[in-house]
Each structure stands twice: as C-alpha cells, then as structure tokens.
C-alpha cells in the first residue's frame, strides 16, 4: 500500500503494519539518536544484539495494545530485565531512562511519517496509537526505575555489611597489633631484667672467673637483644609511615640467597641444626636488592633462633614467566597462636588440601604466654633467658612491609611441634 492508491482512511491494523516494517530501522535510529548523545559513551561499545536487548518484546506489547490482542508479556518485567541487562553493562539509572526517551521520541517521529505518507489518517486513531507509545514506553521506563531501585539498595546494603565487616577486621587487627607490641614490650622488660640481674651478680663477692665471664655474656647478649628489638621497632615505624624508597635493579636472586645460607652456616652449626639451601645457581630478576635481602635474612634468622632442634630449609625457584619464589621451612615449635592469628590477619594466607606441612595448618599452636618475669637470681638466669621471645612478630611485620613495598605476597603455614614454612612470591619484573 502507498499513499497513492489509498481511498479510504488507513486502519490501526495498516498502522501496525507500517511500525512493524519499519522495526529495523527504528532500532537503528534509535541507536544512531543514543550514540550521538556524548553522556552516553558506553553505548558505542554494545553489539548489535546487546543494544537491542529487549526493546523488540516491548515493541510486540505495543502491537498487541494498539490491536487489542492478550498480552503475553509484561512490560514492566520485561523492561525489569532490561534494566538488570543495563546495570550489567555499566549503564546508570539517568543513562538508561535517557535511551528510553530517545525510544519514545523515535517512535512518535515514525507516527509523524506515516500521517505524512497518509495525511487522510483519522487524527483520533494517531491520538490512540500516541498515547498507547506513551503508556507502554512509561511503565518501561518505571520497570526500569523500580529494577535499579532494587539494584541500588541491595548494592548499599552490601557496601554496608563489607564495610562493617571491615570495621570489624581492623579492630580485630588493631587489637592483635596492640598484643604485638605488648609482647614486644614484654620482651624487653625480660631482656633489661636479665641485664639488671646479671649487673647485680657481677658486684657480688667470691665470683670465680667462670661464673663472671658467663654473666658478663649474658650482660652483652641481652643488650644485643634489645639493640636489635629497639631497631626493628624503628623499622616498623618507619616502614608504617611510608618514608622507605625502592632502589629497583636486576638482581641475582639466585647468588644472593645462596650467599645468605652459606653465612648462616656458623649459626646453624652452633645450635647443632642442618641448614640447606636448594635453587637455581642463578636467577635474575628486577628487585631492591637491600630490601630482598633483609626479607630473606630475617626470615632465615627467625627460624634458626626458634628451632630447637632438626633442620632449617631455605628454597627458591622460578613459577612460570612472571613470579618467582622462596621459602623458608624449619621443624621449630611453631607460631605462637596469638602471632599466627595477627599474620592470619594480615598476611590472609593459603591453605589448601596442598598445603606443605598439613591440611589442617590454619590451626594456631597453643602456646600460653609467659608470666611477668621478675628479677632473677643465680640459676633462675638461665630459664628467664629461655624464655624471652626477642621481637619475633616485629620481625614479621617488618616482612609483611617490606613485601608489599616488593609486590610480593606470603603464604603462611604452622603446625604445633612440626614446624613453619612461610613462602613468599614476587614479580620477576617489578613493574608487570
């Protein structure tokens, strides 16, 4: 049919018709229309059918509107699934009811051209066929709101319980950091009690050189000690303000960890444990050298100062062409399970059914805390000096720092009376 051989006034049914050929190019108009509007970036990068998306059924409701035919879908459910394909896509609620005008508008200009095809079109039935776009294009339009209403309390609602949960993760965390630094305080307390009490036997009379010499070892060692819990103190802090830089160079991981193991040697043989190193002679990589090594070497020194007995096992390797690895694996007691809780925490590790030691090593050691030391005298020495912890989870968050500064992660595994791994990776290139 054309407007030149019409005689008589067009029905609802040749005006469906008319929308109905006209569907492919509507569709394509609208999206030229949505492409054209600049706060509407995203749409450009739709497929063809992911524009679409379900416009075509709201197109089939309006047909079946205009010719009074049951509806078989819904147009606020099928523009609710609209909506969720939009959120989906990135679309924000203005964006999504702005492309549904420009469908609006697309299809008034289609009734414009037809009554311009067909000027003897009753003016009431292209009143009818308006109104029918309006109301089926609004409640499109309110499935839409109403979906991304529901959307966006239930986004709000799990921003707030992430949110809490994280409240409730930092105080857990600040809570076991607090602990941390009260055994650290408590460790000096028992290293500045060994030194008060072997200052106070040194002046007693009738000491042979023997008994002498050992307190004035113990006087050293204990200052020692406190020397260096003092200075990884410093450390944290400074590592915790953000002042430490990287030096990024190519770096020999393979020499410098090897290196390590062999100067550890003398330590290890003095406390009668076996110490082996097992990696690659020579693994380059891009790193701060400064920074890797005081990683490798406090993890090395805290195994070997912990295991009692048995055998201490530094291993390094290539994983694939990005990261590398090491470790560092004793058969000492284990972490105390206030400090295997903090690096829980913080460090967040895995454990699998593969894990290294056993399935079951998320489980902390329980270990009790030591009571208040007090001034010792004569043999107490000995036992007080056992008993001092020196700084060990100082030490570890010092590593945790220094290995985010690197991009490195760690994995954390302990079992009572079997021992601990701790396994950390890092990029090979620093920047990838």
Same mark, same amino acid.
């Given at each position: &049919?054309?407007?030149?051989?019409?005689?008589?006034?067009?029905?609802?049914?040749?005006?469906?018709?008319?929308?109905?050929?006209?569907?492919?190019?509507?569709?394509?108009?609208? @999206?030229?229309?949505?492409?054209?509007?600049?706060?509407?970036?995203?749409?450009?990068?739709?497929? $063809?059918?992911?524009?679409?998306?379900?416009? !075509?059924?709201?197109?089939?409701?309006?047909?079946?509107?205009?010719?009074?035919?049951?509806?078989?879908?819904?147009?606020?459910?099928?523009?609710? *699934?609209?909506?969720?394909?939009?959120?989906?896509?990135? %679309?924000?609620?203005?964006?999504?009811?702005?492309?549904? *005008?420009?469908?609006?508008?697309?299809?008034?200009?289609?009734?414009?051209?037809?009554?311009?095809?067909?000027?003897?079109?009753?003016?009431?039935?292209?009143?009818?066929?308006?109104?029918?776009?309006?109301?089926?294009?609004?409640?499109?339009?309110?499935?839409?709101?109403?979906?991304?209403?529901?959307?966006? @309390?239930?986004?709000?609602?799990?921003?707030?319980?992430?949110?809490?949960?994280?409240?409730?993760?930092?105080?857990?965390?600040?809570?076991?950091?607090?602990?941390? %630094? $009260?055994?650290?305080?408590?460790?000096?307390?028992?290293?500045?009690?060994?030194?008060?009490?072997?200052?106070?036997?040194?002046?007693?009379?009738?000491?042979?050189?023997?008994?002498?010499?050992?307190?004035?070892?113990? %006087?050293?060692?204990?200052?020692?000690?406190?020397?260096?819990?003092?200075?990884?103190? &410093?450390?944290?802090?400074?590592? +915790?303000? =953000?002042?430490?830089?990287?030096?990024?160079?190519?770096?020999?991981?393979?020499?410098?960890?090897?290196?390590?193991?062999?100067?550890?040697? !003398?330590?290890?043989? +003095?406390?009668?444990?076996?110490?082996?190193?097992?990696?690659?002679?020579?693994?380059?990589?891009?790193?701060?050298?400064?920074?890797?090594? $005081?990683?490798?070497?406090?993890?090395?020194?805290?195994?070997?100062?912990?295991?009692?007995? =048995?055998?201490?096992?530094?291993?390094?390797?290539?994983?694939?062409?990005?990261?590398?690895?090491?470790?560092?694996?004793?058969?000492?007691?284990? %972490?105390?399970?206030?400090?295997?809780?903090? &690096?829980?925490?913080?460090?967040?590790?895995?454990?699998?059914?593969?894990?290294?030691?056993?399935?079951?090593?998320?489980? !902390?050691?329980?270990?009790?805390?030591?009571?208040?030391?007090?001034?010792?005298?004569?043999?107490?020495?000995?036992?007080?000096?056992?008993?001092?912890?020196?700084?060990?989870?100082?030490?570890?968050?010092?590593?945790?720092?220094?290995?985010?500064?690197?991009?490195?992660? &760690?994995?954390?595994?302990?079992?009572?009376? @079997?021992?601990?791994?701790?396994?950390?990776?890092?990029?090979?290139?620093?920047?990838?």
């Amino acid at each position: &049919m054309t407007a030149s051989d019409s005689q008589s006034p067009p029905s609802v049914t040749e005006l469906v018709t008319y929308l109905f050929t006209r569907r492919e190019a509507i569709l394509g108009n609208w @999206r030229i229309t949505c492409e054209q509007d600049p706060t509407l970036g995203k749409i450009s990068a739709f497929t $063809r059918e992911e524009f679409d998306n379900l416009m !075509p059924i709201i197109l089939n409701i309006l047909e079946d509107r205009l010719l009074h035919k049951p509806q078989e879908e819904s147009p606020m459910l099928t523009a609710h *699934n609209h909506g969720l394909h939009r959120w989906h896509k990135g %679309l924000t609620l203005v964006e999504t009811m702005q492309e549904l *005008n420009y469908l609006t508008q697309i299809l008034y200009q289609e009734v414009q051209t037809y009554q311009t095809l067909f000027p003897q079109t009753d003016a009431n039935l292209l009143l009818q066929v308006q109104r029918e776009i309006a109301q089926v294009m609004s409640e499109a339009i309110n499935g839409s709101v109403q979906k991304y209403d529901e959307l966006q @309390r239930f986004e709000a609602a799990s921003r707030a319980a992430t949110l809490q949960q994280a409240i409730e993760d930092m105080d857990e965390l600040t809570l076991q950091r607090g602990n941390m %630094l $009260r055994s650290s305080s408590h460790d000096l307390r028992s290293s500045f009690s060994i030194i008060s009490a072997a200052t106070h036997l040194l002046k007693m009379d009738g000491l042979d050189d023997g008994e002498r010499d050992q307190y004035i070892d113990m %006087l050293g060692r204990n200052l020692g000690n406190v020397q260096s819990l003092l200075s990884n103190l &410093m450390d944290l802090s400074r590592l +915790e303000s =953000g002042t430490e830089t990287l030096q990024i160079q190519r770096v020999d991981v393979g020499k410098l960890l090897t290196e390590l193991v062999a100067s550890a040697q !003398p330590m290890a043989s +003095e406390r009668r444990l076996v110490l082996q190193g097992d990696g690659p002679a020579s693994l380059v990589v891009e790193t701060d050298p400064v920074k890797l090594q $005081r990683i490798a070497q406090n993890l090395l020194i805290n195994a070997l100062k912990y295991t009692r007995a =048995g055998f201490v096992s530094v291993t390094w390797i290539q994983e694939g062409e990005y990261r590398w690895l090491f470790s560092v694996q004793d058969s000492g007691p284990g %972490l105390p399970s206030t400090l295997a809780g903090l &690096m829980g925490q913080q460090l967040k590790p895995t454990v699998e059914m593969t894990s290294i030691l056993s399935p079951n090593t998320a489980e !902390p050691v329980a270990v009790h805390p030591a009571e208040e030391p007090k001034l010792p005298a004569g043999g107490q020495l000995d036992q007080l000096v056992k008993r001092s912890s020196q700084g060990e989870g100082v030490g570890l968050q010092i590593v945790k720092r220094l290995c985010d500064m690197l991009k490195g992660n &760690m994995d954390v595994e302990t079992i009572p009376n @079997r021992g601990t791994m701790i396994r950390v990776r890092m990029p090979i290139h620093l920047d990838s």
